[in-house]
């Protein structure tokens, strides 16, 4: 057995399989583990997804959210056990792969197309 046979059966022990269909452009509701003190509580954040990278264990979204009137991204590793759920909320219509444009862009100007074509 070679080398790159024995990670993907080591990562395959990890890889989450409930995850949801995510797509660019998808406004989604992550919820992430947040222990304070002794005690865990699972906090969502809300927000458009504007990139995602890699695949396998190493699966990345970016998620950004405008809060207080400051674009906030977040990196989330969807394999990750900080990640406790995924929840998409509505599927967006983007033509590219990356949206870094929506920085640059204010209010309503943020807001994407929905597409019905698939399901939520």
Not at 28 to 54: D, F, L, S
Not at 92 to 106: E, I, Q, S, T
Request: aromatic letters at 6%; zero cysteines; a positive charge.
């Amino acid at each position: 057995m070679n080398a790159e046979a024995v990670i993907r059966s080591i990562e395959a022990k990890h890889l989450k399989d409930d995850l949801p269909e995510i797509y660019v452009g998808d406004t989604v509701r992550v919820g992430v583990r947040i222990q304070e003190g002794g005690k865990e509580r699972i906090q969502p954040y809300e927000g458009t997804v504007i990139a995602m990278r890699n695949g396998g264990i190493n699966e990345s979204i970016t998620v950004r959210r405008v809060f207080q009137g400051v674009g906030v991204e977040r990196v989330f590793l969807l394999h990750a056990p900080r990640v406790a759920n995924i929840k998409v909320l509505r599927r967006g219509k983007a033509r590219r792969a990356k949206l870094y444009y929506l920085r640059d862009r204010v209010g309503k100007a943020t807001r994407l197309k929905q597409r019905f074509d698939r399901p939520v």
